[in-house]
């Protein structure tokens, strides 16, 4: 955090005014929403990858320059350790289609609009955007090849299919996968595209009512139907087939604009093996999440992605690998993939899984009013004192402020003694989150007091609720008791 700040004030010419943590999703990366006297913000990014901070960095200066709508970069650090962008606002596409999702998926015109725009911008940037990347800048892989697709395909095979115990001839799937793989692979017109490679509802945000994307940095050459699979067949989305129909119809509309020469009907043909190949791949990431890392929104969503497939099948989109086609069938028959819904979360479970998820509860207090309550009947966990560190509030200018306050946050971090203090913790925390999560124990409390429980205890329980959010991916609650500010921050997604 220390040098983001100071990136800022070299970038900005002064000290920003507040710096407010944004949760954090999938990634490892740290967001945070940097706020200028005059109100306006930026977000400032810290990544613990220079390699992925370095491809992000040159892809949205690319695409930029380009006239596509990405975030403009404004600072880099020399290390690439962190960096500073556009603030496209506090709405994503997921966020906006909220409604239609509490409404039984229902989605209206507003929602079908939206989505359009998102398609027929996506053809642009795949297309237009794709010329002239220097994909050296890329993470590896940076084309889409037949290493890439097995990589995939045995990621399902090996996460998700073996976890079932469903009796297969792995020989025979082995030929049929590689074969699979390399019909995916086998186009040398898809080298001329950029397949952005994690294009979700999540990943668009809205800015002034238009789209613009996010976290392309795992990006890479690749065909174009891709994409199409991974927005219209994610899990969590639902939409109906209809829609789907609907909105690949406008893709179609806009890409063959910019594609003249494209055939649509070859592209249709081609968006099925793709979308078949997409759902083995998610059921493979949701097998290692939720399986063998115990995240409850990945055991979840199981059963929507085994519908999808099951509906897939039914129309024969398997049918050109016999045994593949085989395994597949009687995979998505298995019993624990046919329970009502008020079963599908324990029929989710596999002989990987504990009890339960663990939940993380963070808290900071005054021992002045006393340690926090433990709720859960579990004894209460750990309880810290930070009253050894050297005290901020002992200061005019900074006891107004808390320790999530930016000054606060430098004073303690320039001083250096709070980071001491929480290494010891972070080793202390991560061992027992760990056996925690080994043996399926659903609760684990943390407690951090100081004198006043406002600024060294709100700091460090701030950092460590993030911290093992980052590290673990549980479900992390947050209470700042004596400033009356709680959080969630949600399983990873």
Same mark, same amino acid.
């Given at each position: 955090?220390?040098?983001?700040?100071?990136?800022?004030?070299?970038?900005k010419?002064?000290?920003?005014?507040?710096?407010?943590?944004?949760? =954090?999703?999938?990634?490892?990366?740290?967001?945070?929403?940097?706020? /200028?006297?005059n109100?306006?913000?930026?977000?400032?990014?810290?990544?613990?990858?220079t390699?992925? +901070?370095?491809?992000?960095?040159?892809?949205?200066? *690319?695409?930029?320059?380009?006239? &596509?709508?990405?975030?403009?970069?404004?600072?880099?650090?020399?290390?690439?350790?962190c960096?500073?962008?556009?603030?496209?606002?506090h709405?994503?596409?997921?966020d906006?289609?909220?409604?239609a999702?509490?409404?039984?998926?229902?989605?209206?015109?507003?929602?079908?609009?939206?989505?359009?725009?998102?398609?027929? &911008?996506?053809?642009?940037?795949?297309?237009?955007?794709?010329?002239?990347?220097?994909?050296?800048?890329?993470? %590896?892989?940076?084309?889409?090849?037949?290493?890439? /697709?097995?990589?995939?395909?045995?990621? @399902?095979?090996?996460?998700?299919?073996?976890?079932?115990?469903?009796?297969?001839?792995?020989?025979?799937?082995?030929?049929? &996968?590689?074969?699979? /793989?390399?019909?995916?692979?086998?186009?040398?017109?898809?080298?001329?595209?950029?397949?952005?490679?994690?294009? !979700?509802?999540?990943?668009?945000?809205?800015?002034?009512?238009?789209?613009?994307?996010?976290?392309?940095?795992?990006?890479? !050459?690749?065909?174009?139907?891709?994409?199409? $699979?991974?927005?219209?067949?994610?899990?969590?989305?639902?939409?109906?087939?209809?829609?789907?129909?609907?909105?690949?119809?406008?893709?179609l509309?806009?890409?063959?604009?910019?594609?003249?020469?494209?055939?649509?009907?070859?592209?249709?043909?081609?968006?099925?093996? @793709?979308?078949? @190949? #997409?759902?083995? !791949?998610?059921?493979? $990431?949701?097998?290692? #999440?939720?399986?063998?890392? #115990? =995240?409850?929104?990945?055991?979840?969503?199981? %059963?929507?992605?085994?519908?999808?497939?099951?509906?897939?099948?039914?129309?024969?989109?398997?049918? %050109?690998?016999?045994?593949?086609?085989?395994?597949?069938?009687?995979?998505?028959?298995?019993?624990? @993939?046919?329970?009502?819904?008020?079963?599908?979360?324990?029929?989710? =479970?596999?002989?990987?899984?504990? !009890?339960?998820?663990?939940?993380?509860?963070?808290?900071?207090?005054?021992?002045k009013?006393g340690?926090?309550?433990?709720?859960?009947?579990?004894?209460?966990?750990?309880?810290?004192?930070?009253?050894?560190?050297?005290? %901020?509030? #002992?200061?005019e200018?900074? =006891?107004?402020?808390?320790?999530?306050?930016?000054?606060?946050?430098?004073?303690?971090?320039?001083?250096?003694?709070?980071?001491?203090?929480?290494?010891?913790v972070?080793?202390?925390?991560?061992? *027992?989150?760990?056996?925690?999560?080994?043996?399926g124990?659903? +609760?684990?409390?943390?407690?951090?007091?100081?004198?006043?429980?406002?600024?060294?205890?709100?700091?460090?329980?701030? *950092?460590? $609720?993030?911290?093992?959010?980052?590290?673990?991916?549980?479900?992390?609650?947050?209470?700042?008791?004596?400033?009356?500010?709680?959080?969630?921050?949600?399983t990873?997604?």
């Amino acid at each position: 955090m220390k040098e983001l700040l100071s990136l800022y004030k070299h970038w900005k010419g002064q000290a920003p005014l507040k710096v407010e943590t944004l949760p =954090k999703a999938g990634s490892n990366r740290q967001y945070v929403r940097i706020y /200028a006297n005059n109100n306006e913000s930026v977000i400032g990014v810290i990544g613990p990858s220079t390699h992925e +901070n370095h491809c992000f960095v040159y892809l949205a200066r *690319h695409f930029s320059e380009a006239g &596509m709508p990405m975030p403009h970069i404004y600072a880099v650090s020399d290390d690439e350790t962190c960096y500073i962008q556009q603030d496209l606002g506090h709405e994503s596409l997921y966020d906006a289609l909220a409604n239609a999702r509490k409404n039984g998926y229902n989605y209206g015109q507003e929602e079908v609009a939206l989505l359009e725009k998102t398609l027929r &911008m996506l053809a642009h940037v795949q297309v237009e955007g794709g010329k002239g990347i220097d994909y050296e800048q890329c993470l %590896p892989p940076i084309r889409f090849d037949h290493q890439a /697709a097995m990589f995939d395909l045995n990621y @399902f095979k090996y996460s998700f299919l073996k976890t079932t115990d469903l009796p297969f001839n792995e020989i025979e799937l082995e030929r049929d &996968m590689q074969q699979f /793989a390399k019909d995916l692979a086998g186009n040398e017109q898809d080298d001329h595209y950029f397949l952005y490679r994690d294009f !979700q509802a999540r990943n668009v945000m809205l800015c002034d009512g238009a789209p613009y994307f996010i976290d392309f940095q795992g990006g890479m !050459q690749g065909p174009l139907q891709y994409d199409i $699979a991974s927005f219209l067949w994610q899990a969590s989305a639902r939409y109906p087939q209809t829609l789907r129909e609907q909105l690949i119809d406008a893709y179609l509309a806009e890409l063959q604009q910019i594609v003249p020469q494209l055939n649509s009907n070859a592209f249709r043909l081609r968006l099925q093996q @793709f979308v078949l @190949f #997409r759902i083995l !791949q998610v059921l493979g $990431a949701y097998g290692l #999440r939720g399986y063998f890392e #115990r =995240k409850k929104y990945f055991l979840d969503s199981i %059963p929507l992605a085994i519908q999808n497939l099951r509906r897939l099948l039914l129309e024969g989109a398997a049918t %050109p690998y016999p045994c593949l086609n085989d395994t597949l069938h009687r995979m998505v028959e298995l019993p624990q @993939f046919n329970q009502k819904p008020e079963e599908l979360g324990q029929a989710t =479970k596999s002989k990987y899984d504990g !009890q339960g998820p663990l939940v993380v509860r963070v808290f900071s207090f005054s021992y002045k009013k006393g340690i926090p309550e433990d709720t859960s009947g579990n004894g209460g966990g750990y309880v810290f004192d930070c009253r050894s560190t050297h005290n %901020p509030g #002992r200061y005019e200018q900074y =006891k107004p402020l808390t320790g999530l306050d930016a000054p606060v946050i430098k004073f303690l971090e320039d001083d250096g003694e709070i980071l001491t203090f929480l290494d010891s913790v972070y080793k202390l925390a991560d061992a *027992h989150v760990t056996r925690y999560m080994e043996r399926g124990f659903t +609760n684990l409390m943390f407690s951090f007091g100081c004198t006043g429980g406002r600024h060294r205890s709100v700091y460090s329980a701030q *950092h460590l $609720a993030e911290h093992i959010h980052q590290k673990f991916g549980i479900e992390v609650h947050i209470c700042h008791r004596e400033q009356g500010i709680s959080d969630t921050l949600n399983t990873t997604k």
